[in-house]
């Protein structure tokens, strides 16, 4: 038995790391795109804030705007992976192609990891001195 399974579970095995990989790389990426959009818009922020904007105001705007863009991904990755549940199907036993709570939980987390790689961006553009955002050119 352990034999006639030996394929499968190595199968899954890689696809288990591939996808590990995949959030890991997930949450590089979009913690990278928030930096750089923080250090991208430092003079407007900079501007908002000498205005008048509370720091958590700010923080919470490119927490905001992170959520937007999990939001878009999310239902991106669910149809890429509604799309091949056909070729799942095959590998998994007890459980359906299409299990919603398992999509759920996978939309969720997702959500939740590009929130949390956001967080140190959001908090550094809470942390913009107006008076030196405006000097830099």
Known sequence: MAAALAPQRFNLLLLGLFAGMAVVLATIGVHGVMAYLVTRRTREIGIRIAIGARPQQ?????LIETAW??????????AGAWSLTRYLSTMLRGVTALDLPTFAAAAILLAAIALAASAAPARRAAQVDPIAALREE
């Open 58 to 62: 700010v923080q919470r705007q490119v």
């Open 69 to 78: 863009l999990a939001a878009a991904s999310v239902c991106a990755g669910l």
